[in-house]
C-alpha cells in the first residue's frame, strides 16, 4: 500500500505525469457467475446475490439470476431455502446465527453447484474509541483508534469502514487487519482510509471479525486490482465451482463517536 | 584447503618447468602515464608471430610465455598512443609499460584506434563492453548519465520500464542480472524507484556485461553478469572532477598516497529534489517531504614491492523518501579487500574478501504510533582466483569462493505502547561454495576455445527457529526446528561452459557455445518494475536452485579494416525452477512466505544482430533483436506456456554520436519496441456497489509499442592548464512521444454507467542542462 501511495506521489509530484483516457480493442471471455452470500451473527435474515460477468464495454448493467435452488444450513443441521426476492437476491428468513456456528451456503444454477462454508468467529468487543489530532499534508485531521482487546488464543481478521453519518462522501472505505503484529495486545493502531474526520463530525463506526478466507478474498482484491501488480488476477474466490465472488459469515459492531 | 593450494601452485610451478629450457616470460603492469591508473584488456602482441599475444587482465597484469628469440612487442589500446619495443628474450623479463594517451600528444605519433578484431578472433560469446567515453556523450534522462541505460540501448538487453534502470538479459528476470562493483554483489543497483542505478559513472573504469555466457570464474545468476570496476585513484597528482546538474551533482577527489606506490579516490553524488519542495506553498504540505539519494564510492590501494598490491573499496548509497508521517529508506553498502601477489612471471593470485548489505524500512510515525516495517541481506564472500599463463596459447584461471548468505526476510519494530508486538520473521541462512576452473586456449591462428567448469554447492542452514516445508497447495506439510547452522540440505551443481570460435577467414568468424548457471538467490516481487521492497530469499529446502542452460551460435564480420563491426547471435535458454507466486499473495512480512511461491519453467531464444561503427567522425551502433520468452508455472495460466512481461518481440536501438569539431559532439538515440505482455480485463462484474474487473489469461495482451528519441549536445569548453570542463544540453523524448507507462481501467467521469481504460505517460520531453568540469 506504501508502495502505492509513495510511486503515484513521486509520479504525481516531480515528474509532471499524465493521463489520457485511450480506446482498447480488449478480448472477452464467457460469462461467469458473481456470487456474494453474507450471514451476519444475530440476525436471522441472510441473502445472497447471484449476477453475471458482462463485457467491459458495455454499461454498468449486471443482470441478476432468479432461477437458482440455494439453502442455507449450520453445523448444528438446522437448513433452510433461501427464495429468490428480485434482481438474483435470494434470501433466508427466522434463520438465527451465533458467533461460532458454521455456516454453509449452496447454490445450483442450472447445472452448476457453487458452495462454501464460513465459520463466525467469535466477537472481539469494540469498547469504544480514542481520537488522535493529527496533520496529513498540511490537512490537519483525527484518527480514530478503536478500543478493542485482541485475543492472543486466535488469529484474528478484521475489516473496518468509518464515515460521516447522513453523508454519502466522507466514507473511509473498507479497511483491512490482522493481528499478524499485534497479537494479544490492546489496540493502538489507528485505522486510516480515505476520510479525515474534522472536529465536530459525528462518525458511524463499524468494525468486522471475518473469516479468514474472507480476509484473503478481500486482501487478495486490493492487491491484484491495484495498478502496481504485476499479474493482475482475479480475487481468490471462497466458493466452490468456476464462480468468482465469496461468502462471508460475521459478527458486525457499530459505535458512534462525536469527535469533539 | 591452504595445502591444497599450495600443491596446486607447486603444480603449476612443475608444469612451467616443464615446457624446456628455450622458453621464458615477459610479464608487467600495464599502466597510464598520466593517472597511474592500471589499464584492463591491453593487447601486448610480438609482431614476428601471429596469431599469440596476451591480453592485460583486471589488474593490468600480463603474462607472455614464448620461445627464446628477439621480438619487437606492441603494446596496444584504444585511444592511446602505441607503444613499442624490442626485447631480447633470453630470460624471464620484466617489463611494465606506462602508456599515454592521445590528448597529450595526438598529432605527433601514431595513436592507436580500435582497429582491433578481437570480437572476431575471441571464443568468448554474449558479451558487451561499454566504452566509458561514450556513455559521456550519449543522451540520458535528467542529464545523469548511467552506464545501465547505455547498456539498454544493446541487443538482447530490455529496459525494464521507461526511464527505468532495471534491465532484463534474454529474457531473463530482473533479478537474474549479477551485478558486481569491484566484485562485490549489489543487489538493487537502483535509485529512486528504478530512475537512476546506484553507478556513479564518474569512478568507474570498465563495465562488462556477459549475457549468460561468463566465464567460469563468474556464477550465481542465470541471465548475465555485469561485472564493474571502479578507478583506483591518480597515483601522480591530486584531482578532482565533479557535475552539476539538474537533479544531481557529483563530485570526486583522487590523488597519491604516495607517489606512483598508491593512491585514493573518494566520490560522492547527492539529489536535491526535495529542496524545491521547500519552495512549494505551505498548504500544499509537502515541505516535510524528504526525496533524496546519495552515493558514496571510495578506493585505496597500495603497492608493497613489486609483487604485492592491496586494494580497498567500498560504496555506501541511501535512498530516503518521507511522505509526511511515512519514510521509506533503503540502500546498499558493500566493502571489499583485495591482494594481488605476483607469484611468479606466469602465475597470478588474487584474495577477495567482500560483504554486501542491503536492507529497507518503512517508517511510520504517528502520534505516540510508530513503527517500523523492514528487511535486511548480508552476505560474507571470500574468493581466492589463480590466473596461470602456461604459455602464449593458454591462460587458465582457477579458484575458489565461498559466500554466506544471511536474510531476514521481514522485521517489525514498534514503539512502546504502539500495541504492536516486535517480531521478527526467521532469518534465512545459505552457504554457497564454488570451484571453477577455465582455460582459454588458442589452439592455432584460427581456432579458440574457452571452456570452463564450475561446480557449485548450496547448504541450507539452520537458524536455530522452525522451518517449514510446504506442498504444491501451500499448505504447511511439515515444521521442524534446526538448531543454527545445522545443515538442513545440500544442492549441488556443475556448471559447465564451453565457447568455440573458427576464424574461416581474416574478418569474419563462426562462432558457438554452451554454458549452464545456476541461481541460488532469488528474488519475490509482485510489482511491475523491482522495487526497493522487494525481498531476497536464498535457496531453502522449498525454493530449488534455479538452473539455465543456454546454446548460443554466431557470426561475426568487420568491414573496411575492422572499422564496421557486425555480430549476430542465435540464442535458446531453457530454465528450470522459475518462481512465481500465487494469486493474491502478501509478500511483505510474511513468516509463511514460501507457501506463496508457485514454481515452473522457462525457455527465451531470439536473435540479436549488431552493427557499429568504432572509427571515424560518426561512430555508433544499430542493434535490432527479435526474441520470445515464455514461461509455465503450475497453477498459473492452466499450467499452459504464457509470455513472460518481459517478452517483447521487436527491439531496435539506434545509436549515433558525431564529433562536429573538438568542441562540439551532437549524440542521438532512437528506440523502439514491441509493448509488454500484460493482463488486461476482459470483463467485469459488481460486487459490495463496486465494478470489479474480470482477468482471464495472464499476459494475453500487449501494451503498445514503445518508441523515443533523445538528443544531446556537449560542448567542450577549450582546456585552460588544468581545467577542463564541458556543458551536456540533453532533451529526452525529443517528440513528446506518450508512451504508456501504465493501462489502468476505471469507471468514466463522465458516464458513471460506463468503464474506460487510462494510460499514464511518465516523461514526455524531459530537456537537462548539466556542467562537468575536472582538474
Known sequence: ?260 | MTKTLTILILLFSAFNNGFGQSKYTLSGTIKDSTTGESLIGVSIRPSELSGVGAISNEYGFYSLTLPEGKYTFVVAYPTYVRYVRTVDLRQNISLNVNLSSQIQEIGTVEVSTRKKDENVRQAQMGVEKIDMNEINKIPVIFGEKDIVKTLQLLPGVKSAGDGNSGFYVRGGAADQNLILLDEAPVYNASHLLGFFSTFNSDVIKTATLYKGTQPAQYGGRLASVLDIKMNEGNSKRFGAQGGIGLIASRLTLEGPIKKDKGSFLIAGRRTYADLFLLLTPEERGLRKTKLFFYDLNTKLNYRFGQKDQVFISGYFGRDVLGLDAFGLSWGNATGTVRWNHIINSRLFSNTSMIVSNYQYAIKINGDGFDLSIGSRLQDYNFKQEFQFFPNARNKITFGLNAIHHGVVPGEVIGSEGSGVNNSKLSSRLGLENAVFVSNEWSVNEKFNVLYGLRGTGFTVLGNGEVNYTFDTQGQITDSTAYAKNKVIKNYINVEPRIFLSYIYSKTASIKGGYSRNVQNLHLISNSISTSPTDIWLPTTVNVKPEIADQFTVGWFKNFRENAYEFSSEIYYKSMQNQIDYRNGANTQANELIEGELLYGIGRAYGVELLLKKKIGKLTGWLGYTLSRTEKKIDQINNNEWYLARQDRLHDISVVGIYDINKSFTLSATFVYSTGNAVTFPTGKYTLDDEVIFVYSNRNADRMPAYHRMDVALTYNIKKRKRWESSWNFSIYNLYGQRNPYTISFRESETDPTKTEAVQTTLFRMVPTVTYNFKF
Open chain 1, 1 to 260: 500500500m506504501y508502495k502505492i501511495l509513495i510511486i503515484s506521489f513521486l509520479f504525481s509530484f516531480a515528474l509532471g505525469s499524465c493521463t489520457k483516457v485511450i480506446d482498447l480493442d480488449l478480448n472477452s471471455s464467457e460469462t461467469k457467475y458473481v456470487l456474494k452470500g453474507e450471514v451476519i451473527s444475530g440476525d436471522s435474515t441472510h441473502h445472497l446475490s447471484i449476477t453475471t460477468t458482462i463485457p467491459f464495454d458495455e454499461p454498468n448493467v449486471f443482470p441478476g439470476i432468479s432461477d437458482a435452488v440455494v439453502t442455507l444450513s449450520d453445523d448444528f443441521g438446522n437448513s433452510a431455502a433461501m427464495l429468490h426476492i428480485g434482481n438474483g437476491v435470494y434470501e433466508a428468513q427466522n434463520f438465527l446465527a451465533f458467533d461460532g456456528r458454521t455456516y454453509t451456503m449452496t447454490a445450483e444454477i442450472g447445472d452448476k453447484t457453487f458452495s462454501s462454508t464460513v465459520t463466525i468467529p467469535y466477537v472481539v468487543p469494540l469498547l469504544g474509541a480514542t481520537i488522535i489530532e493529527s496533520s496529513f499534508f498540511g490537512q490537519t485531521g483525527n484518527l480514530i483508534v478503536p478500543t478493542f482487546q485482541d485475543p492472543a488464543q486466535y488469529t484474528n481478521y478484521y475489516k473496518f469502514r468509518y464515515y460521516e453519518k447522513d453523508s454519502l462522501d466522507n466514507d473511509s472505505g473498507e479497511i483491512l487487519s490482522d493481528d499478524e503484529f499485534s497479537n494479544g495486545q490492546f489496540n493502538q493502531q489507528p485505522f486510516i482510509g480515505n476520510y479525515l474526520p474534522a472536529s465536530g463530525d459525528t462518525v458511524v463506526y463499524k468494525m468486522w471479525g471475518i473469516a479468514q478466507s474472507v480476509y484473503k478474498f478481500l486482501y487478495s482484491k486490493d492487491v491484484n486490482t491495484s495498478p502496481n501488480s504485476g499479474a493482475p488476477a482475479n480475487p481468490v474466490s471462497n466458493w466452490s465451482g468456476d464462480a468468482l465472488g465469496y461468502f462471508t459469515a460475521h459478527n458486525l459492531q457499530q459505535i458512534q463517536i462525536v469527535i469533539p
